[in-house]
């Protein structure tokens, strides 16, 4: 007869204590740390050619205004960069440290929905730089231009400016992922997504007037209308979802009806 707290196979069923949770935690931290540390130096490897590619693509030379200006921004880009190289490596860390107190539903959510999160990410990244980062410097020079003056474009104000619309609409396309997870744990529903709809679209538009580095008009509605566009996909999606779990046989009920 097999030990109390222990199956037939030997292993224990207890809880973990506390001090193993801890000790994992650490080598978990430990191994992230070293990820960034390598991702960071493969980064100033690369840095370099992706910030003379980038700064080919102003639409004037940049003037560094501090001797230190170029490499600050070059180390900061490094640093970003490592992070992104290491965020493979962390990921999996968070993920096999949270893994074993998930059900097995939870981890089938898990598992669909990263690959998905991490692509919504980048596409967001490369809307942002292609077309609203593009746009907004467009309006900028051209204004500039119109007002007589002379504009000097710093290294450090070119890429902040990059950062800033590149990171938020990054995010930002995660809402379906989001969206998804919150309906199928049956947090979130489409119908209150459509309830508040019209409050949505009053924050997207402060959101994008808060967002958008420049008052054009249309900068603001080239970064309002993909959000907007994202909510109604959300919608959507949860509608799906809340559909699904209607006609799941654990849900005990018919096949919901079209809203």
Known sequence: MAAPG????????????????????????????IASAVGIAVGWVFVGRLYRWLAAQAPQELTALSPTEVFMVQFHMGVIA???LASPVILYQIIAFI???????????????????????????????????????????????????????????YFNLILRITVPLGIAFELPVAVYLLAQLGILSGTLLIRLRKFAIVGVLILA??????PSVIDQLTMAVPLLLLYQLSVWIALWVERRRLRSPAAGGSPAARP
């Open 6 to 33: 222990q199956n037939g196979g030997g292993r224990t069923d207890r809880p973990a204590p506390l001090v193993e949770h801890l000790e994992e935690l650490r080598r978990r931290i430990i191994w992230s740390l």
């Open 82 to 84: 490592g992070l992104v």
């Open 99 to 157: 893994l074993p107190a998930l059900t097995p539903q939870e981890k089938r959510y898990l598992f669909t929905l990263l690959p998905a999160g991490i692509l919504l990410f980048v596409l967001g990244v490369l809307f942002g730089y292609f077309v609203v980062f593009r746009a907004s410097l467009r309006f900028f020079v051209e204004f500039t231009a119109a007002s007589n003056t002379q504009m000097f474009l710093t290294p450090r104000t």
């Open 209 to 214: 007037a808060f967002l958008s580095p420049g």
